[in-house]
């Protein structure tokens, strides 16, 4: 103690003198031991075992487990006393022995303390902890009864008489299987024409969630049916929930159609608003709202003016903020987002009930993230605060994913790229623990556009391996639940985090001591072994917590792009399979079945079709993916790499069209000479051997994606690239054959001037690589008619001609540049677009 004192006494001048040798060495302290932390609330059985209580011998954890116990008991006693509030306090609930649920569980306690102990042998008291294990799960099964009466009236759980599938159907309240339950309640229809009024309209028609059309409408003839029997008008309850439902529901395709009076939901609903009025029903804001909801599905104008017009003109009723929120969602699904932001600014100017809640500030929040509209998107944050609303999950997710998008845009982010991902990464740490498809895909957003590949790998690798792992239970089939777990948004992403790869980089978030430590989170909850997951069917990434070279990330994503696309199976030859299914004999049937080239072309098309279907994934095997994946060798500067891939896994139309004639008109030859010659043996010999040369060649379309615009685009970026001359002159002609295909014809006239003056720019891109100043400067002057010219898309043609200082096409090209549209231009463009043929 001594010693101690005179060590706090000592002055900084003193410690000088300590010789060099001296130890100086503080009492030790007692310390304390830490007080036991863990869980003793929200206690489940599987948290207690009282088999494994038995062999504990430390007093602190039996103490625990004591705890724990009475927490579990208290939540049992309340849950049953909130069950029995109808009942009389004083009735009790007996287990198997005929013993008060309180002394079980004063029993159960007893058994675990320590006075208890010396009393009783292991033997009698594991004998005690399984007679009470046993009376806790009668005290389960008791209040899963009275569950059930809570979540079904008497008189339809009489109906159903299957306990076990209620529970099934209707204790997922999120997602309540309602088809099953009206299923059952409609097997026997005198059954269903008993239950009460208040079963039908308190707990069926305000309860039911989601139906087929089918329940939908068996479900709305025997309603009828029961109302007539009761002589009781059908009420407003009922007409409410067949709208909701009906609002539910998915058009089909072939639903989706000009002339509204084809789609079957919406002449349902039209048939109830009729019904309604000849009872004397007048609608409420919520079958507006039911109605524009499907309309907005349908994206169709009439269907939606429809109703609009008819509950105004009517009813006198106008949308209310869910209505307008639909309206939005309507809007925003046509692409038209100026009438979504007119829409929004008119809902805060209208009454106080109109004002935008959080899911309408989402929903904006979205539009933003499609517009790349950072600034807005922050602005429209700030106003949520304003208006003291609570920012959910989904706030922060789009803002994070708006940000992301926007610092992938140059011209977008003004030189701010890392100061967005950062705001970001600030906003996903709000809700880091979130693990859900909409926070991994925000975040490999942000790691993508950074370039970190190694979080972009690690949170791709762990969500699919999650979800593998969650479905392997219901999916027995390998390729299915690869299909099913691989998302194409996320595989999306991986991919563009490839093609950023730079082996020096230092990712955004090391810089940012809370951001270094959720990235090290990550990182380390990841084992690409597959160990964790206990499954030996892996992800195929390299067992690398960090990729270090190009090679890796090439060698990677070839083997992953090979995976998808045969749904986990690398045995899988797509040719031979193929090959299989459009042998010889099916190519010369088909050839002698078609009456037309086209007939042919349709036939195999459709052939080569299904099987892609039946054995590919066809959700990622798109011109999205496709471009991401070529861009990794074309941003790494691999050449050979990426002609290869290009090769690989494309096809252009005009060359395959080319295969398909020289088939058809020699198949048809062969058929005439055939049927003129007198040896069918010999000929039908000739016939097989022709079209089997043709074969590999339509086998291998099935892993191929045919050319579109994007695809001549990436095309023409390698010539420029890697300055190759032929193949960008083989792409330039390739190009003006697509042109006159029947896929392009169909665009819009905005949309071919969108993709041609795309592909111009590159064009000029290119020869200005190439230092073909004419040939660019012929590629401007020729299409200015066509194409609006700006500056950003000249940039490097200008710089090329002030190199050579050619000023007389530098005032040339500017003069273009800098003309603005006039009148004879324009009627000059409705000549172009005017038919002028005789009908």
């Not at 005009?654 to 010999?682: G, I, P, R, W």
């Not at 994007?710 to 001359?725: E, P, V």
């Amino acid at each position: 103690m001594y010693c101690t004192k005179n060590i706090c006494r000592l002055t900084i001048s003193s410690l000088t003198h300590i010789s060099k040798r001296s130890i100086v060495i503080p009492r030790s302290k007692n310390k304390k031991i830490k007080p036991l932390k863990s869980k003793t609330r929200h206690v489940t059985l599987e948290n207690i075992n009282p088999d494994d209580v038995m062999t504990l011998q430390d007093p602190k954890l039996l103490e625990f487990k004591v705890k724990q116990l009475r927490e579990y008991t208290r939540r049992l006693q309340e849950r049953l006393r909130a069950s029995n509030i109808n009942k009389t306090r004083d009735d009790e609930i007996t287990d198997l022995f005929n013993e008060p649920k309180s002394d079980v569980a004063e029993s159960l306690l007893n058994s675990f303390t320590s006075k208890s102990l010396p009393e009783h042998s292991s033997k009698d008291i594991s004998a005690s902890s399984t007679s009470v294990s046993q009376t806790l799960s009668d005290l389960i099964d008791t209040v899963s009864t009275h569950q059930i009466e809570k979540l079904i009236p008497e008189d339809a759980r009489t109906i159903i008489n299957n306990d076990t599938l209620i529970m099934k159907s209707m204790l997922k309240k999120k997602n309540p299987n309602w088809n099953l339950i009206i299923t059952n309640l409609m097997n026997d229809k005198s059954k269903f024409l008993t239950l009460s009024e208040e079963t039908v309209n308190s707990w069926l028609m305000n309860g039911i969630t989601y139906l087929s059309y089918e329940n939908i409408e068996k479900l709305d003839d025997l309603l009828q049916v029961w109302s007539k029997q009761h002589n009781t008008p059908i009420s407003p309850e009922i007409f409410d929930g067949l709208l909701r439902v009906c609002s539910k529901l998915s058009p089909m395709k072939s639903n989706i159609v000009t002339d509204i009076k084809e789609d079957i939901v919406f002449q349902k609903m039209k048939d109830i608003l009729e019904r309604m009025d000849e009872s004397s029903i007048t609608p409420n804001e919520f079958n507006l709202t039911a109605c524009v909801t499907y309309c907005s599905k349908l994206k169709d104008f009439k269907t939606m003016n429809f109703f609009l017009e008819k509950f105004q003109t009517e009813y006198g009723l106008t949308p209310n903020k869910h209505t307008y929120t639909k309206i939005i969602q309507f809007y925003d699904g046509l692409g038209l987002e100026e009438r979504a932001w007119n829409t929004f600014d008119t809902m805060k100017f209208l009454s106080k009930s109109h004002k935008p809640d959080i899911f309408t500030y989402n929903m904006m929040l979205h539009i933003c993230d499609k517009q790349k509209n950072y600034a807005k998107a922050i602005d429209l944050f700030y106003e949520i605060e304003e208006e003291k609303l609570t920012p959910n999950h989904s706030t922060f997710v789009t803002i994070a994913k708006t940000l992301a998008s926007s610092s992938g845009d140059n011209i977008i982010a003004e030189g701010n790229a890392e100061s967005l991902r950062l705001l970001g990464w600030k906003f996903i740490s709000k809700m880091f623990e979130n693990e859900d498809y909409d926070s991994v895909a925000s975040m490999m957003a942000l790691a993508a556009y950074d370039g970190d590949v190694t979080l972009c790998r690690a949170l791709f690798f762990k969500f699919t391996m999650s979800e593998y792992t969650s479905k392997r239970e219901f999916e027995p089939n390998t390729g299915n639940l690869w299909m099913k777990s691989i998302k194409p948004i996320l595989f999306n992403y991986l991919l563009l985090s490839y093609s950023k790869f730079k082996p020096d980089y230092v990712p955004l978030l090391v810089g940012w001591p809370e951001g270094a430590q959720m990235r090290r989170t990550i990182l380390n909850s990841v084992d690409y072994t597959g160990k964790a997951s206990d499954t030996r069917n892996v992800l195929p990434l390299l067992p690398l917590k960090n990729l270090s070279s190009s090679d890796h990330i090439l060698a990677e994503s070839n083997a992953l792009w090979k995976f998808i696309l045969t749904n986990g199976d690398f045995t899988q030859s797509t040719t031979t399979s193929l090959s299989q299914e459009l042998n010889s004999q099916i190519l010369q049937k088909l050839t002698v079945e078609s009456t037309n080239f086209e007939d042919f072309k349709f036939n195999i098309l459709h052939v080569i079709g299904k099987w892609k279907v039946n054995h590919m994934n066809n959700s990622i095997f798109n011109h999205r993916c496709l471009v991401s994946y070529l861009s990794i060798p074309l941003r790494l500067n691999n050449a050979t790499e990426f002609w290869e891939r290009l090769d690989t896994y494309t096809f252009k139309e005009s060359e395959f069209d080319d295969k398909l004639l020289e088939v058809y008109y020699e198949a048809k030859l062969l058929e005439d000479k055939m049927t003129q010659s007198e040896n069918h043996t010999s000929m039908e010999i000739t016939t097989t051997s022709f079209i089997e040369k043709h074969i590999e060649y339509f086998a291998s379309v099935s892993h191929k994606i045919l050319y579109d615009n994007s695809t001549f685009d990436i095309a023409m970026k390698g010539a420029t690239k890697f300055n190759n001359l032929e193949r960008a002159k083989q792409e330039w002609i390739d190009r003006g054959k697509f042109r006159k295909t029947e896929n392009y014809m169909k665009l819009g006239e905005s949309k071919k001037s969108q993709l041609d003056s795309e592909f111009a720019k590159i064009m000029v891109n290119f020869f200005v690589s190439q230092k073909k100043y004419d040939e660019a400067m012929s590629i401007v002057l020729t299409s200015k008619r066509n194409i609006r010219w700006k500056y950003g898309m000249v940039k490097n043609l200008v710089d090329g001609l002030e190199k050579i200082e050619d000023k007389r096409n530098v005032k040339i090209l500017l003069d273009i540049l800098n003309r603005k549209p006039t009148e004879i231009a324009y009627i000059n463009k409705q000549i172009e677009n005017l038919d002028l043929s005789i009908r």
